[in-house]
């Protein structure tokens, strides 16, 4: 009876010292194993409570599966690619793709950014809210008071690229961002796109695309213009992030230039204009 008793409180201890080692997930209603630090939070779709115990804040940014969401939003399939680890969802007219580790979600020719990567979780994918919300063109809000998720859909479709996008503005932000940042990340390639979007918003430079990254006042400001790079054809990644900034993202609104400090001919951006921050190989500014 003693080595039994022995057997059964070595045992105990050993399950205890195992489950002190493995890493603390904060567990779902729905039985999905969360990240450390994830807050699960509550979600409306026209009024009505869903997802309990399915969607979570992971760095400050909301979750929700994308099975589960798609079907909520009336889509009529969801299949997945296992080699390139992709899921295609369509709703009559709509397709749009998401990858396993992606920044943004594709619908129709039109690219949303999600901020934090495409998740998999438990073997399911799951998807930054906003930008799935967007893909069957639903409106999404946030109730600070009772820390709720507000989504309200939409009986339209959601406009194609081909028709959203001003052509003429796509094909030289692509080009330009292509030309200046076709070796940098999602991220830093955007950033470059919110350059010339920030200085056609602005009343010191051209109104349109083209007249931004053409201006020659003060010089040439982009010099893929002088070298002639900039009617090269675009990397794809260059349009996803031209598209993701024509649809109104923005990394920051404010700035104005950006640099390679270790290419550039001229130190005259760093000595006159206030520093932001450094992304990949470039610095920009203010």
Not at 71 to 100: C, F, P, Q
Not at 200 to 229: C, E, H, L, W
Not at 246 to 271: C, H
Request: proline letters at 3%; aromatic letters at 10%.
């Amino acid at each position: 009876m003693k080595r039994l008793k022995r057997a059964v409180a070595f045992v105990l201890c050993l399950a205890a010292v195992c489950t002190t080692l493995l890493p603390t997930l904060s567990v779902g209603a729905a039985g999905f194993d969360f990240p450390e630090g994830s807050t699960p939070v509550a979600v409306t779709l026209d009024g009505k409570r869903v997802l309990d115990g399915q969607a979570v804040i992971i760095n400050s940014v909301t979750y929700v599966p994308l099975r589960n969401f798609s079907e909520l939003m009336g889509a009529d399939s969801i299949s997945w690619n296992a080699s390139t680890r992709t899921a295609t969802v369509t709703k009559g007219a709509i397709s749009i793709h998401l990858t396993s580790g992606a920044l943004f979600v594709g619908a129709n020719g039109r690219y949303f950014f999600t901020v934090e990567r495409i998740l998999n979780i438990n073997d399911r994918l799951f998807v930054p809210v906003r930008a799935i919300a967007s893909a069957f063109n639903a409106s999404v809000d946030w109730n600070s008071s009772s820390r709720t998720v507000v989504i309200a859909s939409s009986k339209r479709a959601i406009e194609s690229g081909s028709s959203f996008y001003d052509s003429t503005d796509l094909y030289w932000l692509s080009r330009i961002i292509s030309a200046e940042a076709s070796g940098e990340s999602l991220e830093g390639q955007i950033a470059v796109g919110n350059v010339v979007l920030n200085r056609r918003a602005s009343k010191s430079y051209p109104n349109t695309v083209y007249g931004v990254i053409f201006d020659r006042v003060g010089g040439t400001q982009f010099s893929p213009v002088s070298m002639g790079t900039i009617y090269n054809t675009p990397s794809q990644s260059s349009v996803i992030a031209a598209k993701i900034c024509l649809e109104g993202y923005s990394i920051d609104n404010k700035i104005l230039f950006f640099m390679n400090p270790k290419l550039a001919t001229s130190s005259w951006i760093s000595k006159n204009r206030p520093f932001a921050f450094r992304l990949g190989n470039h610095d920009f500014y203010y």
